[in-house]
């Protein structure tokens, strides 16, 4: 049990997190990674992996210094791009798979900052379709912020292409009330987890000041970041100072400066933004489902959402009890107030990184990055910003880990293929004409033939 009280939002949170994850995510038993990982079977390489791959006469929006480039042939070797060149001063290799890109904007693929992968133990189809949604809606990286057995295998399966995946960056097991009861214990944890090979250590409410305190000293010295909530008896700005690489969700703030149920002023959000952005930390928002949370959403809209055919008729079901489950104070006050933040947040130029925290209530893996991008752009973000969050400013999160988030040589061939140009309309990224990742080429077809296949499942 909690060794703790905790009557606040936050620890709400954690006490629910079984429960929030509905069906893809309930099982949250104690399983040996040893047992989990033999349930897991290797599904054969991907037959259309072309040695070479060139989109000709295609706009690239590059997301980086070169800006859009008008008429283009980009060719990919394996899973590197290898150039980028005027599509009439471009020789293509004999032999390359050729993808006509006429009237249409290849992009970098989108990076989830906050989502979730099903437990292994759930099986191959659930882990595998849900794994397909975040590709089929052009997601080509997940940071996945719930650790469990088996889940470095499927990192390493997607890496190889055995598994058709996004690229996985992984949090262990998350740090908090009831996983870890001292610093010497939240000490060994940080050391047992980088020794397993997480990427990532992953912060939820319930730990007490020095526990965190120990857990940050030791990743620092062993070289791991850590992110996600920011523990009550911790706060905020221990949290800034302790080189919390990403706080999550918002909820830390709107906490700290008293925004439940009462407006709080520009001008304390724009001292804190500062200080948040003085402190080198990223903020991943996941305003919409957030909203849905805090009961500010509209049942009737949510359920009128197509992409709800995709997940089990029983986790939908499950969610329609839960809208609203941490409201606290008033929803409109809190809901504009966590707007009106990440508004100041994006003007004082702190990292924002587009998370969704999928799958969860009513946010379908892939498919919830439409409702957050909508819920930025109300928040007056810019489509450039939006992009940049999903592209290129994750691409910088995990630059010691690979090169990706741009369209450069030398990158990771994470690839949206689009019918129109996404910085004019964001919806162009509703209906991809492809994805591509780490080089294996997903046709619209193919993505539309395994949506149908997906949700035949999900309704049996």
């Given amino acids: ?243 919390q690489r990403t706080l999550d969700h918002l909820d830390g703030y709107i906490s700290y400066l008293g925004g439940f149920d009462k407006v709080i002023p520009d001008a304390d959000m724009r001292d804190i933004a500062r200080k948040t952005k003085a402190a080198g930390v990223g903020v991943v928002p996941t305003s919409a489902l957030w909203k849905t949370l805090i009961g500010a959403a509209d049942i009737n809209q949510l359920n009128s959402f197509d992409e709800l055919k995709y997940m089990p008729k029983r986790t939908v079901e499950n969610w329609q009890s839960r809208i609203g489950f941490l409201k606290q104070g008033n929803p409109e006050i809190h809901e504009s107030n966590r707007q009106r933040l990440l508004t100041i947040l994006a003007e004082e130029g702190v990292e924002i990184l587009f998370g969704t925290d999928a799958p969860q209530l009513w946010s379908v893996p892939g498919f919830s990055i439409h409702h957050e991008i909508e819920a930025m752009q109300a928040a007056g973000l810019t489509p450039e910003q939006i992009l940049v969050s999903g592209t290129s400013a994750v691409g910088a999160y995990f630059e010691t880990f690979d090169a990706f988030g741009t369209v450069s040589p ?18 162009a990224l509703k209906s991809p004409a492809g994805v591509m990742v780490r080089g294996q080429w997903i046709s619209k077809g193919e993505i539309d033939q395994k949506l149908r296949e997906i949700a035949v499942r999900t309704q049996e």
């Fill in 1 to 243: 049990m909690f060794r703790k009280h905790i009557m606040s939002i936050k620890s709400a949170i954690w006490a629910s997190t079984c429960t929030l994850l509905g069906v893809l995510l309930a099982s949250c038993q104690d399983v040996s990674t040893s047992q989990a990982e033999k349930t897991v079977s290797k599904a054969p390489a991907p037959s259309n992996i072309s040695s070479v791959t060139a989109f000709i006469n295609v706009d690239v929006l590059t997301m980086n210094e070169q800006g859009l480039l008008s008429d283009q042939t980009v060719t990919v070797s394996g899973d590197r791009i290898i150039s980028i060149a005027s599509a009439e001063k471009t020789n293509l290799p004999e032999g390359a798979e050729i993808i006509e890109g006429q009237g249409k904007y290849l992009m970098p693929g989108f990076g989830e900052m906050h989502g979730h992968i099903p437990p292994l133990s759930q099986g191959d189809q659930a882990v595998n379709d849900t794994l397909f949604l975040y590709l089929s809606n052009g997601v080509t990286t997940v940071r996945g912020m719930l650790g469990t057995p088996g889940q470095l295998q499927l990192r390493e399966e997607a890496k190889s292409g055995v598994r058709l995946s996004p690229n996985l960056y992984l949090a262990g097991p998350s740090f908090n009330g009831n996983s870890v009861s001292s610093p010497q214990q939240a000490t060994e944890l940080v050391n047992s987890q980088v020794k397993e090979g997480w990427d990532l250590l992953k912060v939820h409410p319930g730990l007490t000041g020095p526990e965190y305190e120990a857990m940050a000293s030791r990743a620092y010295v062993l070289g791991i970041t850590f992110g996600g909530h920011v523990p009550e008896e911790v706060g905020l700005i221990t949290a800034l100072d302790s080189g």
């Fill in 410 to 427: 030398n990158g990771r061939a994470d690839l949206i293929l689009l019918n129109e140009n996404p910085l004019e309309n964001l919806d």
